[in-house]
C-alpha cells in the first residue's frame, strides 16, 4: 500500500513523516518558555517573581535533544498504533469487498482526505461501519466508554451503535 505517511527506505527500514522534520532549536523553545512565562506573569502577578524559580526552563542542548527524542518517541509509538490499526481495519475491509473496490477506495482516501494517519484509520472505519455494522461495534475504540456516552448521547460517537440498552444503568 503506498503512502503519503510511510515510506522504505534503501535499507528496508520503515520511515514514518515525523522523522523526516526538523528537530525544535534551542533559540524556537526559548522563545516559548519566554512567551508561556510572560503569559503566567500577567495571569498571577503577585507570583511573578516565584514563576522564575519554579519554571522548568531548557538551558542546555543536551537537555534540548532529550526533550526531542522523548517527543518523538512518544509521537513515533501513537503513529505506529494508528498504522497498525488502520492496517487492521483495511483488512477487514477488504474482506468485505473485491481487490478493485479496495484499490479505489485506497485511492480515495489519498486524493480526498488529509495525509495524517488518524484520518487513515478513521475512513477505514467508516467504510467497516457501512459495509459491516455488527463489526465496527466490536472494534469499537469507544466500547468501554459506551455507558458515559449513554448519559448524553442516543448513539456512539465512534461506532454510530445504539445506546439505550445502557440509559438504565
Given amino acids: 500500500m503506498n503512502?503519503?505517511?510511510?515510506?522504505?527506505?534503501?535499507?528496508g527500514r520503515t520511515i514514518f513523516w515525523f522523522q523526516t522534520k526538523n528537530p525544535i532549536t534551542l533559540k524556537q523553545t526559548?522563545?516559548?518558555?519566554?512567551?508561556?512565562?510572560?503569559?503566567?506573569?500577567k495571569a498571577l502577578p503577585l507570583f511573578a517573581n516565584i514563576i522564575d524559580q519554579?519554571?522548568?526552563?531548557?538551558?542546555?542542548?543536551?537537555?534540548?535533544?532529550e526533550l526531542n527524542d522523548h517527543r518523538f518517541d512518544k509521537l513515533a509509538q501513537s503513529e505506529l498504533r494508528n498504522y497498525q490499526y488502520a492496517l487492521i481495519l483495511r483488512t477487514i475491509v477488504g474482506k468485505f469487498v473485491t481487490p478493485d473496490e479496495l484499490t479505489g477506495l485506497d485511492e480515495i482516501r489519498f486524493n480526498i482526505y488529509p495525509a495524517s494517519?488518524?484520518?487513515?484509520?478513521?475512513f477505514?472505519?467508516?467504510k467497516l461501519k457501512e459495509l459491516a455494522p455488527v463489526r465496527a461495534y466490536e472494534l469499537c475504540l469507544n466500547k468501554e466508554n459506551h455507558i458515559l456516552f449513554a448519559k448524553w448521547h442516543d448513539l456512539c460517537p465512534t461506532c454510530g451503535k445504539s445506546l439505550?440498552?445502557?440509559?438504565?444503568?
Fill in 164 to 169: 439505550k440498552s445502557y440509559k438504565n444503568r
Fill in 54 to 65: 519554579v519554571s522548568n526552563r531548557i538551558k542546555t542542548e543536551d537537555q534540548l535533544i
Fill in 3 to 11: 503512502s503519503p505517511f510511510v515510506t522504505l527506505a534503501p535499507d
Fill in 124 to 126: 477505514w472505519f467508516n
Fill in 117 to 122: 494517519i488518524e484520518y487513515s484509520w478513521g
Fill in 30 to 41: 526559548q522563545k516559548s518558555i519566554n512567551r508561556k512565562r510572560m503569559k503566567e506573569q
